[in-house]
């Protein structure tokens, strides 16, 4: 059950759509002067070293962040969203570095308002990412904007809502290690609508040759036409990476994955359309690669 780690994926290509939808959807909600609570119901350990034993051994920031960054002569090259993105995640390290890469909860603490009174529950059940997280958290002197805690998100959400400020964001990220987690997610947004309906609603899943995963936004969308809410659905594939000469092709890897958001900001429409084209150009590597937006 706890053999998955973020560290091993930090700034792939997940990352990239997961993170760039996360930045858009954050602007636009702190534009409101209401205190905006936000839930992220699989927090990982929060920040995490691109050079690091991890994310080193598996090299899958090099078809991420890394190569977006390469790929671009300047930020001024990039759509809105994605020099956000960029620019976020520059804030982490050293002028023309990029060591550390920060996750969900690092990248929506620096967005969140301490004057608005902003709140971020984090949970993580992962006995190391856990302790991993609460060290990262309390490094950022944030009080009692940040509350980091040891469950499994998908139960500690039913508390979470409605928040007092009738404002909430809920990122649902799990490994999906297990089977399971599939069920849960449409479980969890079930539920969520019905204790609070006007909140936002961010999921991101693999896209892979499961049942339980190609089925997964067919659920979601059923969920939240049933409930009358509008609903955004945007993928990115890479493709397949081509063999080097005198390799054997190895297996794919995860190649493609999407964000599925209810309840999404009239403006983040208008960015994917035009950043994803830029990511699958930047990105892509042949065979298989494309993106995909639907909204109702």
Same mark, same amino acid.
């Given at each position: ?83 956000? +993105? ?14 550390? +890469? ?63 400020s009738r ?95 209810i309840n ?19 990105l892509g ?12």
């Amino acid at each position: 059950m706890f053999s998955y780690r973020h560290a091993f994926h930090a700034g792939a290509h997940p990352d990239v759509i997961k993170h760039t939808m996360l930045i858009a959807i954050l602007r636009h909600l702190t534009q409101k002067e209401t205190p905006l609570a936000v839930v992220d119901t699989h927090a990982g350990a929060g920040l995490y070293r691109l050079d690091g034993d991890y994310a080193g051994t598996s090299g899958e920031a090099a078809d991420g962040v890394i190569k977006l960054v390469s790929s671009l002569q300047s930020l001024d090259d990039a759509t809105p969203a994605v020099r956000d +993105y960029l620019e976020v995640i520059g804030g982490f390290n050293a002028p023309g570095q990029l060591k550390v +890469y920060p996750g969900s909860p690092f990248i929506t603490q620096q967005l969140l308002r301490q004057e608005a009174r902003d709140k971020l529950k984090l949970f993580e059940l992962h006995p190391t990412d856990s302790k991993s997280l609460a060290g990262n958290v309390a490094q950022l002197e944030a009080g009692r904007q940040v509350s980091v805690v040891r469950q499994d998100g998908f139960e500690g959400l039913k508390a979470c809502l409605p928040p007092p400020s009738r404002r909430a964001l809920v990122l649902i990220d799990p490994s999906y290690e297990i089977k399971s987690d599939y069920a849960k997610v449409a479980a969890a947004i079930q539920d969520g609508l019905k204790r609070f309906a006007t909140g936002v609603y961010a999921v991101w899943y693999p896209i892979i040759p499961r049942p339980e995963a190609h089925d997964l936004p067919r659920r979601l969308k059923t969920i939240a036409n049933k409930a009358g809410k509008p609903w955004l659905n945007a993928t990115l594939s890479i493709g397949q990476a081509p063999a080097r000469p005198g390799e054997l092709q190895h297996g794919p890897g995860l190649t493609a994955s999407g964000m599925f958001v209810i309840n999404p900001p009239h403006t983040l429409k208008g960015a994917m359309q035009a950043a994803l084209p830029q990511l699958e150009q930047l990105l892509g590597r042949g065979k298989g690669q494309g993106h995909t937006l639907e909204s109702s």
